[in-house]
């Protein structure tokens, strides 16, 4: 932690508001980007980061300095984008198209356009991973994201779901299971 971030830390936790705000800028767009990965929906994402915004604020006295800032902030934004999934599980609301939780970032980055048979291709596969990620649970959705989307360590994802290093790699492996198991049959429940 810098001398900066421990100076903007003691400030908000004297109930700086202005302090906080400036703390989490920094980390916003990243909180957001898992939210919406673990969602699947960009308004669940929007609802998971406020909640851990607030939730953060609420706690800010409790945060030791052990990890990073950034790192305390993006446990609790899995934790609430967890409690949004979980949410729409007991509402049963259908699963939301593919989105990569920022409409202004690209999904592909090809330098030639697909043409149209790997565009359905790709349509019909894409179909098969969001179907399945919507049946996994969601500590597996939320594992498969933090390693196979966000790059995050097996460290950083046992601390994120507040897992050990062992159930992490298991909640990983079934999901990545899951989904090859989807793939190599598309179209049949797996």
């Not at 705000?21 to 980061?49: H, P, Q, S």
Request: with cysteine; charged share 30%; aromatic share 6%.
């Amino acid at each position: 932690m810098t001398d900066d971030e421990a100076h903007w830390i003691a400030r908000a936790k004297r109930g700086d508001a202005t302090a906080f705000r400036r703390l989490v800028d920094a980390n916003a767009a990243t909180m957001f980007r898992v939210c919406a990965r673990i969602t699947g929906d960009r308004a669940l994402a929007e609802d998971a980061v406020q909640e851990a915004l607030i939730n953060a604020f609420r706690h800010l006295v409790d945060f030791d300095g052990r990890s990073a800032f950034s790192t305390w902030l993006y446990r609790i934004a899995v934790n609430a984008a967890l409690v949004q999934v979980r949410k729409r599980r007991h509402r049963e609301v259908p699963w939301p198209e593919h989105t990569n939780g920022d409409e202004s970032e690209p999904i592909e980055t090809a330098d030639e356009a697909p043409n149209p048979e790997r565009q359905a291709v790709s349509a019909d596969i894409r179909r098969e991973v969001e179907a399945e990620l919507s049946r996994m649970t969601p500590i597996e959705r939320a594992a498969f994201v933090l390693r196979h989307q966000e790059g995050r360590s097996l460290e950083e994802i046992s601390a994120a779901l507040s897992l050990n290093i062992s159930a992490a790699k298991q909640a990983i492996f079934r999901a990545v299971r899951k989904l090859r198991a989807a793939l190599e049959a598309p179209g049949e429940p797996a």
